[in-house]
């Protein structure tokens, strides 16, 4: 069975600093893997997808991610934090195309000004 | 991407009583799911609507509580049934299109709010 661990529900950052979330996985097959964002009273938004390519993803809004198997982790970045960043972020991971999403418990991220 | 619709955004309702949910997609879709996110919390899976055939639902989701129909290859409901405060969540749909695997979007999903 596969299953997502996001460390931090909250995370907290000052407007112009590193953004880091964490995402680790576990699962049987080598996976494919999401980070979704939501915002305040909408859906969710794919960031990006890692589907056994480059290990290092870039996705929208200046985020990317990097699939180290070794350490079977998936964490999304991303160098300056913006005011608009503030949301909640959700790493899923599915085993094969067309199945199940099965998502963390999510991440809040807080941006200071 | 896909322009996916929910009917109603929110609605609050009296226990007992129950309420269907409308997923449309103006794209040709492979796969549909029906996913339940409670109050701060994550995203489960309800069940995967399958076309014309019952859905297949996931462990502790029962077809009677959550009767799902998918006549056409765009288009699906999802009732939620003699409902309690504990059904209080968002219910959203994802769908996978024709032509862009491995990538899963997600309509604005429904409010609901059981009194």
């Known amino acids: 069975a596969q299953s997502v661990t996001q460390l931090g529900s909250h995370v907290s950052v000052s407007e112009g600093a590193l953004v880091l979330l964490r995402c680790n996985y576990s699962?049987?097959?080598?996976?494919?893997l999401f980070w979704y964002v939501q915002y305040p009273n909408q859906g969710l938004q794919l960031l990006l997808k890692?589907?056994?390519?480059?290990?290092l993803v870039k996705g929208i809004n200046g985020f990317e991610a990097e699939f180290k198997k070794s350490e079977t982790s998936f964490h999304l970045t991303k160098p300056s934090a913006h005011m608009s960043d503030a949301a909640e972020y959700f790493c899923a991971v599915e085993e094969t195309s067309g199945s199940r999403l099965t998502f963390g418990e999510g991440t809040q991220l807080t941006v200071n000004p | 991407s896909a322009v996916i619709s929910q009917k109603p955004s929110r609605d609050i309702c009296q226990r007992g009583t129950s309420l269907t949910i409308q997923c449309q997609v103006d794209?040709?879709?492979?796969?549909m799911f029906w996913y339940r996110q409670q109050p701060g919390q994550s995203l489960t899976l309800i069940a995967t609507?399958?076309?014309?055939?019952?859905?297949?639902?996931e462990s502790g989701f029962v077809i009677d509580k959550f009767p799902i129909s998918r006549p056409n290859l765009t288009f699906s409901t999802l009732t939620v049934s003699n409902m309690s405060p504990e059904d209080s969540s968002i219910y959203l749909c994802?769908?996978?299109?024709?032509?862009?695997?491995?990538?899963?979007?997600f309509g604005p999903g429904t409010r609901l709010t059981v009194l």
């Open positions: 890692y589907t056994s390519a480059a290990t």
């Open positions: 994802s769908v996978e299109l024709a032509g862009q695997y491995n990538e899963q979007f």
């Open positions: 609507a399958n076309q014309g055939s019952e859905a297949t639902y």
């Open positions: 794209s040709q879709v492979t796969m």
């Open positions: 699962s049987s097959v080598p996976p494919y």
